[in-house]
């Protein structure tokens, strides 16, 4: 008898690895992050990446991360689970976030008051920073639960030719 495949992903490793292949459409030079959000029944709901807002140019608008405000990217961007969230058709109440990195305090107030109740991450390289005590404050006393995956999901993403596309 031909048996299954045991080394399939977990529900949680793949929503990861989606939330990383949205990652991949950051333009941001210095963090990529991508965020998936999902239902109860394993749905996609939404995904978003870190970006500028609609109509503020990737040309024009800096990525830098050091010099006054209006020269670097803080004063801009848009994280991934904030894009995530707004990005949404439907209503997030209930759903789970993927995010590959513990999210910010801002973004925690976005995932906090749209519903969402559960995040799973990979990294929290910002422990103990004061935003990430602060997310972490609101997050737990709004009862969210806080999940970093057992094992990382790393992806590889290659572009060919297409050899069915004929030459011009
Ligand atoms: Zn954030």
């Known amino acids: 008898m031909t048996?299954?495949?045991?080394?399939?992903?977990?529900?949680?490793?793949?929503?990861?690895?989606?939330?990383?292949?949205?990652?991949?459409?950051?333009?941001?030079?210095?963090?990529?992050?991508?965020?998936?959000?999902v239902d109860e029944n394993h749905r996609v709901v939404s995904v978003g990446y870190n970006g500028f807002p609609k109509g503020c140019s990737d040309d024009e608008f800096p990525w830098a991360r050091e010099g006054g405000t209006l020269d670097t990217k803080y004063a801009y961007v848009v994280h991934?689970?904030?894009?995530?969230?707004?990005?949404s058709k439907?209503?997030?109440?209930?759903?789970?976030?993927?995010?590959?990195l513990f999210p910010c305090n801002e973004c925690a107030k976005a995932i906090i008051q749209s519903g969402i109740r559960r995040i799973v991450y990979e990294s929290d390289k910002y422990n103990g920073v004061d935003t990430n005590i602060a997310s972490?404050?609101?997050?737990?006393?709004?009862?969210?639960?806080?999940?970093?995956?057992?094992?990382?999901?790393?992806?590889?993403?290659?572009?060919?030719?297409?050899?069915?596309?004929?030459?011009?």
């Open 90 to 100: 439907w209503p997030v109440t209930g759903c789970t976030i993927y995010v590959s």
């Open 136 to 168: 972490k404050r609101m997050l737990r006393a709004a009862g969210v639960e806080l999940c970093r995956l057992e094992n990382t999901i790393h992806l590889e993403v290659t572009k060919t030719k297409n050899p069915e596309t004929k030459a011009e």
């Open 3 to 37: 048996t299954k495949r045991e080394d399939v992903l977990n529900w949680d490793e793949y929503f990861m690895g989606l939330a990383h292949l949205s990652a991949r459409r950051s333009k941001d030079p210095n963090t990529a992050v991508g965020a998936a959000i």
């Open 80 to 87: 991934a689970e904030l894009n995530a969230i707004l990005n």
